[in-house]
């Protein structure tokens, strides 16, 4: 008889230009898919050009879907806390606006109790105040085609170069 797969999970996490996290999230054992997205704003159908505006209040994110049996989002977390600098608001290095903030999106209850011990134990790692935003998922959307896989297509582009790939470095 063999193994039935487990039902896979999602994590909505924004840590900076979605280009970072989606490269350093596909690499982890566990995670089938991470798709770079739109959240966390008020305009319906925003496209990387009006989300760069700062106008539309969403935040450049990452939906991973992951094997909860082989990643926990705890554990999730706690890359998510090394792969991006929670105590800048509204930036990571020289990304800035409010589409680059630091911002944990929940799926349910569980995922919003584990996210503030996550937020807690991360205040006592960095020096600075943590701001990271903690709040419901209310919709993805999806990024276009040109943006997936981002680091993976374009290794030579010169922010892979300069900016990814010292990030994934460090894992």
């Known amino acids: 008889m063999s193994e039935q797969p487990s039902t896979l999970d999602k994590a909505t996490l924004g840590g900076g230009c979605f280009w970072c996290i989606e490269a350093i999230f596909e690499q982890l054992d566990g995670v089938q898919e991470a798709v770079s997205g739109y959240a966390g704003g008020t305009v319906e159908n925003p496209t990387y050009e009006s989300v760069c505006t700062g106008q539309t209040g969403h935040a450049e994110v990452v939906q991973i879907h992951f094997d909860p049996d082989r990643a926990s989002y705890?554990?999730?977390?706690?890359?998510?806390?090394?792969?991006?600098?929670?105590?800048?608001?509204?930036?990571?290095?020289?990304?800035?606006?409010?589409?680059?903030?630091?911002?944990?999106?929940?799926?349910?209850?569980?995922?919003?109790?584990?996210?503030?011990?996550?937020?807690?134990?991360?205040?006592?790692?960095?020096?600075?105040?943590?701001?990271?935003?903690?709040?419901?998922?209310?919709?993805?959307?999806?990024?276009?085609?040109k943006h997936q896989d981002y680091y993976r297509n374009n290794p030579g582009a010169p922010y892979c170069v300069a900016v990814i790939a010292p990030k994934l470095g460090k894992f």
């Not at 800048?88 to 569980?110: A, E, F, M, P």
């Open 74 to 145: 705890k554990q999730l977390l706690e890359v998510f806390f090394k792969a991006h600098d929670p105590t800048t608001l509204n930036r990571q290095g020289g990304d800035t606006g409010t589409q680059y903030r630091s911002i944990i999106l929940y799926h349910d209850d569980d995922q919003k109790a584990a996210a503030e011990k996550a937020i807690a134990k991360a205040s006592t790692i960095w020096p600075d105040p943590v701001v990271t935003e903690l709040a419901p998922l209310d919709t993805f959307h999806e990024a276009e085609v």
